[in-house]
């Protein structure tokens, strides 16, 4: 995979509204059933931390896409200010909650949206300003990477989104037009500053203490 790595702030005058969009809807299978929104951390609901580095980054709006057990993450988790979408489909995989969120996006002006998901705790705000950094405009390709593995969060310029929308079904996500875009996409290192693990079996819960 060709890949640019960069560091540094945005070459264009402006700052373009760049969206988070984080990926809540998992229903944590491996871990029990126990939805990876609710799972705890620092005294609160998981999802309130992935919602905060966003903001803490610099992305605004932030839309979050719920699946498993929405009604009882919207009861306990402080959601203000953000836009909060359901995942009906959720149990199909990431692809459809990727699908569900850039819908949510279409018509707020949003350049980009950076997506991350809930259950990384490990990756926090100055790795995803060092990706919202790389943006450059609408066709904009970029992703953290880890030791030269490309992770999250990505970074997706608002021209890209309906054939990231079209292609993104299963588990798979966005990488179909990822693969189909290698030479395009922007590797920005993070491992400096963040750690790229998910929390998926139970043994994985001691990284939340």
């Known amino acids: 995979m060709s890949s640019h790595t960069h560091s540094g702030p945005p070459l264009i005058p402006g700052s373009p509204v760049i969206a988070g969009l984080l990926l809540a809807a998992g229903g944590g299978r491996r871990l029990g059933g126990r939805p990876k929104a609710l799972l705890p951390y620092r005294g609160r609901p998981l999802v309130e931390n992935a919602v905060r580095v966003l903001r803490e980054a610099g992305c605004g709006p932030v839309h979050v896409v719920l699946g498993a057990s929405a009604a009882e993450v919207r009861e306990r988790a402080d959601l203000a200010g953000c836009v909060v979408v359901d995942n009906p489909d959720w149990a199909q995989g990431m ?33 995803v300003a060092r990706v919202l950094a790389a943006y450059r405009s609408p066709t904009s390709l970029v992703a953290a990477a880890y030791d030269g593995e490309r992770g999250h969060p990505v970074l997706f310029g608002a021209d890209r989104w309906a054939d990231i929308a079209a292609t993104a079904t299963g588990d798979k996500g966005a990488r179909v037009h990822l693969a189909r875009h290698a030479g395009e996409l922007m590797l920005v290192e993070c491992s400096d500053v963040a750690e790229a693990f998910d929390i998926d079996t139970p043994p994985d819960l001691a990284r939340l203490l």
Do not use: K, N
């Open 95 to 127: 692809g459809s909650s990727l699908r569900v969120g850039l819908t949510s996006l279409a018509g707020t002006g949003a350049g980009a949206a950076l997506v991350s998901l809930v259950d990384q705790p490990g990756i926090g705000p100055v790795a």
